[in-house]
C-alpha cells in the first residue's frame, strides 16, 4: 500500500481519540432556521472554538502579504469555446472522447453509503445547514469547469465501513479534501481506498475516476483531531492523471482585508439530495480567524472536504480561498493560510 504521511510526523502518525462538541458539528450539522438569520455576535465568537489557542495567533496566518498558486481551470480545450444558443445541449460535446458517457452502474448499496461525518463524529450529524431559505441549485451537467473539477469520493474506512464526502483537482493527481474523509480514529485510522469521481452526475461518470490508496494530512488533524486542521489530500495512482482531463483549481492564501465582505462560491456533494448529484450556492464571508472562514450560504452533510473559492471574471481565474468541514449556520472552512498554502503547495507537486 502507497505511503500515507501527515507533515510534521514525516509517514508516521498516531491514532488519537476524537473529542467533539455538540458546536462542532462536522460538516454541516444543525437545525436550519426558519428564515433568512441575521448574524448574532454568538455566532462570530463560536469560532474562536475551532482555533488552538497555542498556534493559530502567529503573525503570518493573517497578514497583509497575499499567496496566489493559479491553476488550470479554463485552458484545457485547446483554447476553443462553445458559442451559447438556446436549446443546445453542452454535455456530450463537452466530454465526449475524455472518460465515459454512457449511464453505468452506481456502486453497490448506494442508497445505503452514510456521509463521513456521520462515521467519524459522535453524534450523527444529518440535519442540513441551510442557511435561511435553501438556495441551492444542481450544477455539473454541462461538462464545463469549475464543476468537472469537483469529485464525489467514494471512501473505504480501515474497519471496512464505507462513506462519501467531496474533493477537488490542485494539480493533474491530486485531489484536496477534508481530513475526517481519508482519516478517522473512531473507524481504525487511515482509509484504505478512496474512489474518486469528478464531475459525477447521478450515474454519468463523464471523466472516469481512479481508486487510489495514497493520502496525506497533517498532524493537527491525525493526531489532535483539530477541526480547525481537518484538511487532507488524496494522491492518485501514476498515469491516472484524470486533473488533466478536468483541468485544476488554483489556490489563494488572501490578508483578512481581501477576504473581508468577499464574495465566494462552494459546490459539493450533499447527502440529502439524489446520490452523485453536485449542487451549488454562494454568499459573502462573514467572518475570519487566522485558521477558519465563515460564511452564510447553504451546505449539507456530505459536502465535507468541497471547495470555497472566489472567481475573478476579469481575469477567468479561480482560487480556493478554504477547504469546506463544519456547518451550524454560520458554515465553515479552513482557511489557507500561509501554513496550508505551503502544504497544498508540496501536495500539488505529488499529483504533477
Request: charge should be neutral; aromatic fraction near 8%; glycine fraction near 12%.
Amino acid at each position: 500500500m502507497a505511503a500515507k504521511s501527515t507533515k510534521s510526523t514525516k509517514g508516521r502518525t498516531t491514532k488519537a481519540k476524537v473529542k467533539t462538541k455538540k458546536d462542532n458539528c462536522g460538516c454541516g450539522c444543525g437545525d436550519a432556521p426558519e428564515s433568512a438569520p441575521t448574524v448574532a455576535a454568538a455566532d462570530i465568537e463560536m469560532m474562536e472554538a475551532f482555533v488552538s489557542d497555542a498556534e493559530a495567533m502567529t503573525p503570518e496566518a493573517s497578514g497583509g502579504a497575499e499567496l496566489v498558486e493559479d491553476g488550470n481551470d479554463v485552458e484545457t480545450h485547446g483554447g476553443g469555446s462553445l458559442e451559447y444558443a438556446e436549446g443546445f445541449e453542452f454535455f456530450p460535446p463537452m466530454v465526449r472522447g475524455l472518460g465515459e458517457t454512457a449511464p453505468i452502474g452506481l456502486p453497490e448499496g448506494y442508497d445505503q453509503i452514510p456521509l463521513a461525518c456521520s462515521l467519524h463524529f459522535d453524534e450523527t450529524p444529518m440535519a442540513e445547514t441551510v442557511c435561511g431559505n435553501d438556495g441551492r441549485v444542481q450544477v455539473g451537467q454541462n461538462g464545463a469547469p469549475p464543476w468537472r473539477m469537483i469529485c464525489q469520493l467514494i471512501i473505504t474506512m480501515a474497519n471496512g465501513a464505507r462513506s462519501r464526502g467531496t474533493g477537488w483537482f490542485i494539480s493533474p493527481r491530486t485531489v484536496m479534501t477534508a481530513g475526517h474523509c481519508v482519516h478517522s480514529a473512531r473507524n481504525g485510522g487511515w482509509a484504505t481506498k478512496i474512489e474518486v469521481i469528478p464531475g459525477m452526475s447521478g450515474n454519468l461518470r463523464p471523466f472516469g475516476s481512479s481508486v487510489s490508496s495514497q493520502f496525506h494530512s497533517v498532524a493537527g488533524w491525525v493526531n489532535r483531531a483539530e477541526p480547525a486542521n481537518d484538511y487532507a489530500c488524496i494522491v492518485l495512482p501514476e498515469g491516472d492523471d484524470l486533473g488533466a482531463r478536468t483541468g485544476w483549481f488554483g489556490f489563494a492564501a488572501l490578508s483578512d482585508a481581501s477576504l473581508k465582505d468577499l464574495l465566494a462560491n462552494n459546490s459539493g456533494y450533499p447527502g440529502d439530495k439524489t446520490f452523485g448529484t453536485q449542487w451549488y450556492n454562494a454568499g459573502r464571508i462573514i467572518g475570519t480567524e487566522p485558521q477558519r472562514l465563515a460564511y452564510m450560504f447553504d451546505t449539507a452533510p456530505g459536502q465535507s472536504g468541497s471547495p470555497t473559492w472566489r472567481y475573478d471574471k476579469a481575469i477567468r481565474k479561480r482560487h480556493v480561498i478554504g477547504i469546506h468541514n463544519y456547518g451550524g449556520c454560520a458554515n465553515r472552512s479552513t482557511r489557507i493560510n500561509r501554513s496550508v498554502f505551503n502544504t497544498m503547495q508540496a501536495w500539488k507537486r505529488l499529483g504533477q
